[in-house]
T-cell receptor
Framework: AQSVTQLGSHVSVSEGALVLLRCNYSSSVPPYLFWYVQYPNQGLQLLLK??????LVKGINGFEAEFKKSETSFHLTKPSAHMSDAAEYFCAVASNSGYALNFGKGTSLLVTP | KAGVTQTPRYLIKTRGQQVTLSCSPISGHRSVSWYQQTPGQGLQFLFEYFSETQRNKGNFPGRFSGRQFSNSRSEMNVSTLELGDSALYLC?????????????FGPGTRLLVL
C-alpha cells in the first residue's frame, strides 16, 4: 500500500534559515506525491504536486521539493523561512487504487525571530 | 473563483444524535472527497463522490454516509454520534475523480461530541 512517513513531528528554524521538512514514501507504483500546508483553524492548501517528469517541483510561497526515487524521498525545502511559514505541513501520496490521499502524520514548523 | 465552502464551521452535538455537514465544491468541479482529521489518527479518507455516485469509501462504520447532488454539492451524515467522532471534517473538490487529481480543500467543519 502507498504510504508516507514524515520524519520529525516538530521542526524549529530561525527566521531567514533554511527550511527542510522530510518525507519518505512507500509505493509499489510510480507515485503521485503532494505537500499541503495547514494554518490554524483552516483547511489544507496545496503547496506542490509531483506526478512524472522533472524531479524538482516548485510550489507556492517559495517552497520546492525534490523527488528522489533511489532514496524514496520527497523532502520539502525553502531557502529562507518567514514567520508566516509557521504551520502544519503534510506530505501525501495517492493511494494504490488512486481514489484516496494517504497522508503523513504532519510536521509542525515553528519559526523563531 | 470561489473556493470550497463548508457549513457549518462549528458544531456541538451530544452522543446519540446525528449530524449533517455540507460541502459546496469549486464551480465546475465534479468530484468531492471527505476526510476526517483527528489528533490521534491524523487525516483519514472517508469517501469520494463523482457525478452523484459514491466511488469509494474508507474504513469507517456504516454510521458515516454521504451523498452528492446534481449540482455537485455534497453532504455527509453521521448517525448515532460517539465521542470519538469529534474531529475536523474536511471536504475537497477536484475536476475529475481520483486522488491523482489536484484536490482543493475547504476550511472544514469542526465537530465536538459531548
Amino acid at each position: 500500500a502507498q504510504s508516507v512517513t514524515q520524519l520529525g513531528s516538530h521542526v524549529s528554524v530561525s527566521e531567514g534559515a533554511l527550511v527542510l521538512l522530510r518525507c519518505n514514501y512507500s509505493s509499489s507504483v510510480p507515485p503521485y506525491l503532494f505537500w499541503y500546508v495547514q494554518y490554524p483553524n483552516q483547511g489544507l492548501q496545496l503547496l506542490l504536486k509531483y506526478t512524472t517528469g522533472a524531479t524538482l517541483v516548485k510550489g507556492i510561497n517559495g517552497f520546492e521539493a525534490e523527488f528522489k526515487k533511489s532514496e524514496t524521498s520527497f523532502h520539502l525545502t525553502k531557502p529562507s523561512a518567514h514567520m508566516s511559514d509557521a504551520a502544519e505541513y503534510f506530505c501525501a501520496v495517492a493511494s494504490n487504487s488512486g481514489y484516496a490521499l494517504n497522508f503523513g502524520k504532519g510536521t509542525s514548523l515553528l519559526v523563531t525571530p | 473563483k470561489a473556493g470550497v465552502t463548508q457549513t457549518p464551521r462549528y458544531l456541538i452535538k451530544t452522543r446519540g444524535q446525528q449530524v449533517t455537514l455540507s460541502c459546496s465544491p469549486i464551480s465546475g468541479h465534479r468530484s468531492v472527497s471527505w476526510y476526517q482529521q483527528t489528533p490521534g489518527q491524523g487525516l483519514q479518507f472517508l469517501f469520494e463522490y463523482f457525478s452523484e455516485t459514491q466511488r469509494n469509501k474508507g474504513n469507517f462504520p456504516g454510521r458515516f454516509s454521504g451523498r452528492q447532488f446534481s449540482n455537485s454539492r455534497s453532504e455527509m451524515n453521521v448517525s448515532t454520534l460517539e465521542l470519538g467522532d469529534s474531529a475536523l471534517y474536511l471536504c475537497a473538490s477536484s475536476l475529475l475523480a481520483g486522488a491523482r487529481e489536484t484536490q482543493y480543500f475547504g476550511p472544514g467543519t469542526r465537530l465536538l461530541v459531548l
